[in-house]
């Protein structure tokens, strides 16, 4: 069974900084390509950073650069997200996603979601 479980949101005050884990099991999570997504109310979903199987990153949003770093620990199936300098425009659920291929037979565009974490930047 696929799972991808985020953890680390909260409350903080702006200026403050936060680091979001994303633990993951059930598929073969040192070849996936990795990402984070976030969604504020009203908006629409948006990538906000994401990292090849490797550990290189491969995007990060203008809105977040030099504040947010993305990494991954494949030993560990965790991926991270270290958020700085956090403002309250960064209030949003966010999300780990997993894209990648699996073979079984044919080869199986795999596309998987966690649950999301809610993060509010606020005084």
């Known amino acids: 069974q696929v799972q991808l479980v985020e953890s680390g949101g909260g409350l903080v005050e702006p200026g403050g900084s936060l680091r979001l884990s994303c633990a993951a099991s059930?598929?073969?999570?040192?070849?996936?390509?990795m990402a984070w997504y976030r969604q504020a109310p009203g908006k629409e979903r948006e990538q906000v950073a994401a990292i090849t199987s490797a550990g290189a990153t491969i995007n990060v949003v203008d809105s977040v650069k030099g504040r947010f770093t993305i990494s991954r620990d494949n030993a560990k199936n965790t991926l991270y997200l270290q958020m700085n300098s956090l403002n309250p425009e960064d209030t949003a659920v966010y999300y780990c996603?997993?894209?990648?291929?699996?073979?079984?037979?044919?080869?199986?565009?795999?596309?998987?979601w966690g649950q999301g974490t809610q993060v509010t930047v606020s005084s």
């Open positions: 996603n997993a894209r990648g291929v699996e073979y079984s037979g044919s080869y199986y565009h795999r596309d998987y």
């Open positions: 059930g598929f073969a999570f040192s070849s996936y390509v």
